[in-house]
C-alpha cells in the first residue's frame, strides 16, 4: 500500500471519532466540519479497502477491522507528534550534539563550567569536548572534526570565521621564591637571562616573536619546549624555571602557587577568539550554543578569571 495514499489528517480524524464515538465532536475538537470529518474517514476506508465504523442515525462503533486497526493508527500519530516535538527542539535550539574544540586550560575549566551554565537553559543539547593543541583548532573545524573551537587567536583559513573575544596579556608565571617574583615593575629586558620553559611550538613561536625587533643576542629564547601547559606551570612551580603565558591560565597556575608577574615595555596581548565553519551551516543547537558561550567566556575573564590575585 503506498503510504503516500495515507494522511495523517485522515488518521486523527479516525482515532478522534473512534475516542469520541461521534462524528460532530470530533469535528468540535479537531476544527473541521462534520462533514470533513466524515469524508477523510471515508476516504481512509477507501484506501484500506475495509470499514472502520458502522454508523446509524443514533450512533458510531467501530468495526472489528476498525477495532484492529486503531492501536497501529494510535502509534503512528503518537511518533508523528514525538517527531514534531524534536523538531521544534532543533527549531527552538533546545536538542542537538555539539562538538566544541579547545585547548588544555579552557577545555578543563571555562568550558566545563559553561556547559554546566548551558545545561540548566538547554537540558537536551549534549556539548562534547575535544582537546586539541592551538595549532589544531582551525583544521579541525575545517574538517567538520568539531562544530566550534575557542582558543587564542590563530592566522584563519578562509573557511572559518572568527569572533574575538577578550585579550588576556602574556605575563610571566614563577615560584614565589623566584628571582623575579618581587621584581617591580617587571620588563621584558629582565627576562633575557632567565630561564624559560614555553608549552608546544605555539608558545615557543609566541616567546621567540614577542621580542623579533631586537638584537638576535637580547631576544628571549626558551630553554626548553614542553608539549602541554600545565607541565610547564608544574617546572615554575618546582623553581626550576619560569614560563610565559597569558594571564587566563591563571585558573590553573594559582593552584599550584605560582605568582603571576606582567611584563612590561611594552605590554603584549593574546587574544582569545572564537572559530565556526562558515563552508558549512551550523546546526540550531551549535549556533544557540556560540551565542551562549560567546558571551559567556568574556563574562568568565571579566570576573577575574586572568586577573592578577
Given amino acids: 500500500m503506498p503510504l ?18 461521534s462524528f460532530r465532536q470530533a469535528a468540535e475538537r479537531i476544527g473541521l466540519t462534520t462533514q470533513a470529518v466524515s469524508q477523510l474517514v471515508a476516504e481512509l476506508e477507501l484506501v484500506l479497502g475495509f470499514r472502520l465504523f458502522d454508523r446509524t442515525t443514533r450512533r458510531v462503533a467501530l468495526t472489528s477491522a476498525g477495532r484492529d486497526f ?15 516535538s524534536a523538531a521544534q527542539d532543533v527549531r527552538q535550539r533546545a536538542a542537538g550534539l555539539v562538538r566544541v574544540g579547545a585547548p588544555m ?47 587564542p587567536d590563530r592566522a584563519s583559513a578562509q573557511q572559518v570565521g572568527i569572533t574575538p573575544l577578550f585579550d588576556s596579556p602574556w605575563v610571566l608565571w614563577c615560584a614565589p621564591q623566584h628571582a623575579l617574583a618581587a621584581r617591580e615593575p617587571l620588563r621584558w629586558a629582565d627576562l ?59 585558573v590553573i597556575a594559582r593552584q599550584l602557587g605560582l605568582v603571576m608577574k606582567p611584563v612590561t615595555e611594552p605590554e603584549t596581548m593574546r587574544k582569545v577568539c572564537l572559530y565556526r565553519p562558515l563552508a558549512r551551516t551550523l546546526s540550531p543547537a551549535a549556533e544557540g550554543f556560540a551565542e551562549h558561550l560567546g558571551a559567556w567566556l568574556q563574562q568568565w575573564n571579566r570576573n577575574g578569571s586572568s586577573s592578577p590575585a
Fill in 4 to 21: 503516500t495514499r495515507f494522511t495523517l489528517r485522515q488518521l486523527e480524524a479516525f482515532t478522534t471519532v473512534a475516542e469520541l464515538d
Fill in 70 to 84: 486503531l492501536g497501529p493508527a494510535q502509534t503512528v500519530l503518537r511518533h508523528v507528534q514525538q517527531a514534531e
Fill in 105 to 151: 586550560v579552557l577545555a578543563s575549566t571555562a568550558l566545563p563550567a559553561a556547559i554546566r551554565a548551558y545545561a540548566a537553559l538547554r537540558p537536551k543539547v549534549v556539548i562534547r569536548i575535544r582537546d586539541l593543541p592551538v595549532d589544531g583548532l582551525i583544521d579541525s573545524v575545517v574538517a567538520g572534526d568539531v562544530d566550534l573551537a575557542v582558543g
Fill in 192 to 250: 633575557r637571562d632567565q630561564a624559560l620553559v614555553a608549552a608546544g611550538r605555539d608558545h615557543e613561536l609566541s616567546v621567540a616573536q614577542m621580542r623579533a625587533n631586537v638584537p638576535e643576542d637580547a631576544r628571549i629564547i626558551p630553554v626548553d619546549v614542553v608539549d602541554h601547559i600545565s607541565t610547564a606551570l608544574g617546572l615554575a612551580a618546582q623553581g626550576l624555571a619560569a614560563t610565559l603565558a597569558p594571564a587566563y591560565v591563571g
